[in-house]
């Protein structure tokens, strides 16, 4: 993320969860994140999210980790 700004990941992933549609509260269910941690990391309150937040995010927003991370798609990985 050192290339990226730190609210890179925030908008990505509410871009991600606008799409669904659905509010934080459901993306918290769907993924199992604490809903905090989501707000945090929209707001960019949250500036590194662990690992483990990053594949739950993803794997519930059908994307990879990489792209929610750095917008970078498996050819670019």
């Known amino acids: 993320m050192s290339e990226h700004e730190p609210e890179a990941v925030g908008n990505r992933l509410r871009r991600l969860r606008d ?5 934080q509260a459901e993306l918290s269910r769907a993924s199992g994140v604490p809903l905090q941690t989501i707000k945090d990391i929209e707001r960019g309150a949250s500036k590194r999210p662990r690992n483990r937040t990053v594949r739950a995010l993803a794997d519930a927003l059908q994307v990879s980790a990489s792209y929610l991370l750095w917008g970078l798609t498996d050819s670019e990985t």
């Open 19 to 23: 799409r669904k549609p659905w509010t």
